[in-house]
């Protein structure tokens, strides 16, 4: 059984940090896209970043400069920092892997920017 599960978020202030975790069991990440979403309330979920084998990366224009995407395969583990947090990153943050049968994703994980 595929799972993603995804850790890490919480409260910061802004211009605070956070870094996300997300883990697969059952599933190798392996090279295939992953990434993050996010989706504020009353909001539709939008894209933040992605990561395509080790170093392809594409981000959000709204996080870009301040989130990093990266992954450990020996961990089977892939990362967000997010630095100079703002209150607009408010939001529920959801893991994926994108395989070609299907779309995995993870629980969510809230993270709240105090202002």
């Known amino acids: 059984q595929v799972q993603l599960v995804e850790s890490g978020g919480g409260l910061v202030q802004a211009g605070g940090s956070l870094k996300l975790s997300c883990a697969a069991s059952g599933i190798i990440f392996s090279g295939n896209a992953t990434g993050w979403y996010r989706q504020a309330p009353g909001k539709q979920r939008e894209s933040v970043a992605v990561i395509i084998g080790n170093s392809r990366t594409n981000y959000a224009d709204a996080v870009k400069g301040r989130f990093t995407i990266s992954r450990d395969n020996a961990k089977n583990t892939i990362y967000l920092q997010m630095n100079s947090l703002k209150p607009e990153d408010t939001a529920v943050y959801y893991c994926?892997?994108?395989?070609?049968?299907?779309?995995?994703w993870g629980q969510g994980t809230q993270v709240t920017v105090s202002s």
């Open positions: 994926y892997l994108n395989l070609p049968w299907r779309t995995y």
